[in-house]
Nanobody, 120 residues
Framework: QVQLMESGGGSVQPGGSLRLSCAASGSIFRVYFMGWYRQAPGKERELVARIISDGSTNYADSVKGRFTISRDNAKNTVYLQMNSLKPEDTAVYYC??????????????WGQGTQVTVSS
């Protein structure tokens, strides 16, 4: 069993900041990548940022320069620091982790989602 625990969502004014966290726990042998997706009402889920096991990262163009993804390998935790937030960043943010269990089964796991609302 693998669990993803997200935290850090909330409401903020434009220009503000939030930090999301996602901790993976349970039967984990190896984590390949950890990342964040988001889904706004009426839109498809999109990749926001991802960090690979070697530390390399990729970001959606819309968040480059404003969001920073980081990872604590010892804690199997990924963070998303979101600065200069805009109303168009409003969405439900989902943690996404690809990992292998001790029984060598590799799967993609999703968090339950955390709401981020940017509004004046």
């Amino acid at each position: 069993q693998v669990q993803l625990m997200e935290s850090g969502g909330g409401s903020v004014q434009p220009g503000g900041s939030l930090r999301l966290s996602c901790a993976a726990s349970g039967s984990i042998f190896r984590v390949y990548f950890m990342g964040w997706y988001r889904q706004a009402p009426g839109k498809e889920r999109e990749l926001v940022a991802r960090i690979i096991s070697d530390g390399s990262t990729n970001y959606a163009d819309s968040v480059k320069g404003r969001f920073t993804i980081s990872r604590d390998n010892a804690k199997n935790t990924v963070y998303l620091q979101m600065n200069s937030l805009k109303p168009e960043d409003t969405a439900v943010y989902y943690c996404n982790v690809k990992l292998t269990t001790p029984s060598l089964i590799t799967n993609n796991y999703w968090g339950q989602g955390t709401q981020v609302t940017v509004s004046s």
